[in-house]
């Protein structure tokens, strides 16, 4: 199974008894990117049990509407269409799952889950979407992490709260977690470091980074922080098959995305 570059184990002494020098973090970085830009649709699905189940490292990206998820994962991945914004904010109500590896093989999945809290989906269907999506980051057995994508000049809501409640226990058993403050060049460096205090105290014991899609701040470091997680994931017992040689004859890729058409 491919696997994404990682920083490489101690080497051994040299004779001179000094050790062997550390990957340069620049070429970590420059693997990590390359990596992310491997990410290609694989499946959407409408409910939980529509979501295929395999032995590989998945990290979800959640937040609000308007919060900017779309762009920070078209710009992670350096691809301009992968991730859609929906035309209506809000009614894209399907969880969009897109495979990482080179060489065609599969070794990490992402999730792209619905935006939530725009005031113009009936709110039956708003109930449906956070239960749904409570439902798949309390069970998704082979979750690695949680990405929160949080637009700092808002804030976290109260729905951003209760969403942290929900993980909180998966956290502190050791899942990965990031919240990522979008929209940084539209803050001053003293409102920046203002949002990133206050942010701080709100994750949970979850790292929190400002990014900025328009001036590239925090894209490389949040690409080498996703490679780290995979690199570090282990499948718990209760992970199903092994996807890793490839999903051609595993899901039906062509899958119909939400705003029409296909990926």
Known sequence: M?????????????????????????????QAMGWLHTTRFLITAA???????YRLPEIAFVGRSNAGKSTCINTLTQQN?????????????????????RHGQT???????????YAAVPKQDKIRWQRVMANYLMTRDNLCGVVLLCDPRHGMTELDDILLEVIRPRVEAG????????????????????????????AGGGEVRLFSALKR???EETALLLSQWVAKWTPPATVGVDLSGG???DVDTDQENPDGGHR
């Open 2 to 30: 491919t696997q994404p570059q990682q920083p490489a184990p101690p080497a051994p002494a040299s004779a001179n008894n000094e050790p062997t020098p550390a990957p340069d973090l620049a070429v970590l970085t420059k």
């Open 81 to 101: 269409q992968l991730a859609y914004a929906s035309k209506k904010p809000g009614r894209t109500q399907h969880i969009n799952l897109f495979a990482l590896g």
């Open 47 to 53: 409910q939980l049990h529509h979501l295929p189940q």
């Open 247 to 249: 999903t051609g004859n």
């Open 217 to 219: 701040q925090g894209v």
């Open 175 to 202: 899942m990965q977690f990031l919240v990522l403050l979008t929209k940084a060049d539209k803050l001053n460096r003293s409102e920046g470091a203002k949002a990133l205090s206050i942010a701080r105290l709100q």
């Open 107 to 117: 070794d990490a999945v992402l999730a792209d889950l619905p935006g939530y809290g």
